[in-house]
């Protein structure tokens, strides 16, 4: 009887473990490059390892995040349509991604009607390829700014006509006001067929929307070689409305020795707070002096 060493046997183990795991996930999905395992190879690693953006068609985007959505629907939706388009023109361009971690956030989060979906995963690709806190965050504000003020879902798959669907202002980056506030004006059932395919158009209306702001983004920064990418040009023109009015007025005395900073807010909250909270008919709309 031949004997095997702690070190074949550990060997054995290690690919029979790494086999079930391409069996598990080829049994669901076909498994993209972008969740194969990181090559071992050193002299094929790029020197900057870091994840990299490379315009792709925005139009592409919505249309992969319309077809990929029943997969695991619109946080995943979000993420796989940016990742996916942008590594098949650059390969290099994305680091390996377990793409299935990104199902959590349907519903809202496990199904908890919180942040929609489609914005967490957006802002995640955000954070994928920026990693300046100034540019990450600018950005994000414009995409929730808008998915708070557009009249969504626009996009219209194939087999569709143009405006065969009812839209409405989600007012909020909340999964459950943006979803019932459609199903009011569409009067249809939060948990039924047509509310899903709602979800479904407005991912692949994000998936564009962030696809345009991505590609902005990279325009400003390939012209603008030599300066930083934290400065101005990433923040986010449009979070200037009514919240930043409220965090003006609601603060309080900073504790700072800087003379600069007089105040801070006592709720860093940046959504339409008239969503929620009753403005009566002479709260201030400006910040007071």
């Known amino acids: 009887m031949n004997r095997i060493t702690r070190r074949r046997m550990m060997s054995v183990a290690g690919l ?3 086999g079930g795991i391409v069996a598990s996930q080829s049994g669901r999905n076909e498994i993209s490059r972008l969740e194969a ?3 071992d190879d050193a002299s094929r690693a790029p020197k900057d390892p870091r994840p990299r953006y490379v315009p792709i068609a925005p139009e592409e985007a919505a ?3 319309y077809q990929v959505f029943p997969e695991g629907g619109c946080m995943y939706a979000a993420v796989k349509s940016i990742v996916t388009l942008v590594s098949e023109k650059d390969a290099a361009a994305v680091p390996p991604v377990f793409l299935d971690m990104f199902k959590y956030g349907s519903g809202g989060c496990g199904k908890w009607g919180a942040l929609c979906g489609a914005c967490n995963g957006s802002a995640a690709v955000i954070g994928l390829f920026h990693q300046e806190a100034a540019v990450r965050d600018g950005l994000i504000g414009q995409l929730f700014r808008w ?3 557009a009249s969504l879902p626009e996009f219209t798959p194939p087999g569709g006509k143009a405006g065969d669907f009812p839209r409405s202002s ?4 909340l999964c459950h006001v943006s979803v019932n506030r459609w199903c009011k004006k569409a009067e249809a059932d939060p948990l039924g067929s047509e509310c899903r395919e709602r979800c479904r158009r407005l991912t692949a209306d994000v998936a564009q929307k962030v696809a345009g702001l991505l590609n902005a983004r990279h325009a400003t920064d ?3 070689q030599g300066k930083t990418a934290s400065d101005s040009l990433g923040q986010p023109a449009a979070a200037a409305g009514p919240p930043e009015s409220c965090i003006a007025c609601h603060s309080t005395p900073s504790k700072e020795k800087d003379a600069g900073a007089t105040k801070v807010p006592k709720s860093i909250a940046r959504m339409d707070c008239s969503t929620c909270h009753e403005m009566k008919p002479d709260h201030p709309v400006e910040p007071r002096s």
């Open 170 to 173: 989600a007012s909020s980056v």
């Open 147 to 149: 998915y708070e003020t």
């Open 63 to 65: 249309a992969r995040a």
């Open 16 to 18: 029979s473990l790494g």
């Open 37 to 39: 395992p990181a090559s």
């Open 222 to 224: 390939t012209a603008r």
